[in-house]
């Protein structure tokens, strides 16, 4: 399994709404619930009408179009990072999944999943 770097800091977030939201920007993602409206952007992107933010996240993306056939592949990478104390958020796609470690625990994420059998590449 190969997992690709994005090269972009990441801020994880709640808005009012998505009136400000650069719904065309690059690597923009939504949720809207009875509760929130959530947002994770490149840091430069956050908009002014933002909550709550927590910045410094860097996202691996696996690599490839996942079948939804396929069993296990986030439970495999979140197991290896959590055992080795490496917190995640998740954003999945349709075509794949984007797995986001604070900016600090990077070279780590990195470290162990290639120890586990992972392909990380910039």
């Known amino acids: 399994m190969e997992l690709k770097i994005i090269d972009k800091n990441f801020s994880i977030c709640k808005v009012t709404d998505f009136s400000q ?3 065309g920007a690059e690597f ?3 949720a809207r619930t009875d509760e929130e409206c959530s947002l994770v952007c490149p840091v ?3 908009p002014s009408n933002v909550t ?4 410094n996240w ?3 993306r696996i690599q490839g179009v996942l079948d939804f056939s396929l069993i296990g592949i986030l439970s495999g990478i979140s197991a290896v990072l959590a055992e080795n104390k490496i ?4 954003v999945s796609t349709y075509n794949t999944d984007y797995i986001l470690v604070k900016e600090s625990n990077l070279v780590a994420a990195v470290d162990t999943l290639k120890e586990n059998g992972y392909t990380v590449i910039s």
Not at 87 to 90: A, D, N, T, Y
């Open 21 to 23: 939201t650069d719904l």
């Open 28 to 30: 923009c993602f939504t």
């Open 44 to 46: 430069e992107n956050v």
């Open 52 to 55: 709550t933010r927590d910045d």
């Open 58 to 60: 860097k996202a691996l």
């Open 87 to 90: 917190g995640i958020f998740v």
